[in-house]
């Protein structure tokens, strides 16, 4: 897609080989992903994408934030530049708007100059909320870690769900500490089913955010993706019955009771 003099090339984070064929046309400045994606949280294999990329002289950017910082580091994996949306796991409380870069001090002064002519500034406020979180990070992280795999195990075994998104295996076993506290799952019905599981839930807000001390849930065919089309829904992989669920701090039986009881009002 051109924009300006730049263009964007999409390919699937699973296919190396793809990437590869784009590098080698030569005119690649960055690779920019998330990792973990959202809300499938697929991880992306941050060291091959940066020994690929740095081979052709391309710069690898790695949007952090669903890991957090406590369960992946992409700098020491050979990411260059590493984003966070500070208002998720950092903060943590769910009250403040904020987003950091990570990397080294000559790409990040050149980012600086940039950001005094174009980018805001956060309030003392917001900066002194933003520190308190940072207090307890890792054990709100550790504990939403614990929730979301032993959810995501009693899930898979459900009979009213049909696919659990958990990053337990494969890459992320070898290059993250922790999965996250975030799953995803396609429920065993329809659209209105899907909706009547949300609408069950009692503990978790519906909401699009994550990172959280209060759990939250939300719909992606009917709220992130909402205004979308079929096929632009189907091309992301967004079926009608998935659910996202970002896991707080609450205890794991009042979540899992709670979940259990909203599965059987679909």
């Given at each position: ?149 032993r959810m995501a195990r009693l899930l898979e075994r459900h ?80 079926k009608d019955n998935l659910v996202r669920f970002s896991f ?19």
């Amino acid at each position: 897609m051109p924009a300006g003099d730049f263009w964007t090339t999409f390919v699937d984070l699973d296919d190396m080989e793809a990437l590869q064929s784009v590098l080698d046309q030569g005119n690649v400045t960055m690779f920019y992903a998330d990792s973990l994606t959202n809300p499938h949280l697929k991880c992306v294999d941050v060291r091959r994408v940066a020994e690929l990329c740095h081979q052709r002289g391309a710069l690898v950017c790695i949007d952090s934030t669903l890991a957090s910082p406590i369960n992946q580091k992409p700098l020491t994996l050979g990411a260059d530049v590493v984003l966070h949306s500070i208002t998720k796991y950092i903060a943590g409380h769910h009250d403040v708007i904020a987003g950091c870069v990570s990397g080294s001090e000559e790409l990040i002064s050149r980012i600086r100059v940039w950001h005094h002519d174009l980018g805001g500034a956060i309030s003392p406020n917001t900066a002194y909320m933003i520190i308190r979180g940072l207090k307890t990070m890792a054990l709100r992280v550790e504990a939403q870690n614990r929730t979301a795999l032993r959810m995501a195990r009693l899930l898979e075994r459900h009979p009213k769900v049909e696919r659990v998104n958990y990053p337990w295996h494969g890459v992320a076993r070898r290059q993250m500490t922790g999965a996250g506290g975030v799953i995803s799952f396609e429920v065993a019905s329809d659209m209105r089913g899907a909706m009547r599981f949300v609408d069950a839930l009692e503990l978790p807000f519906i909401a699009t955010s994550l990172g959280g001390c209060e759990s939250l849930v939300q719909q992606p065919a009917i709220m992130s993706y909402w205004g979308k089309s079929d096929a632009e829904k189907a091309e992301n992989g967004i079926k009608d019955n998935l659910v996202r669920f970002s896991f707080g701090i609450e205890k794991f039986e009042d979540l899992k009771d709670d979940i259990l009881q909203a599965l059987e009002k679909i």
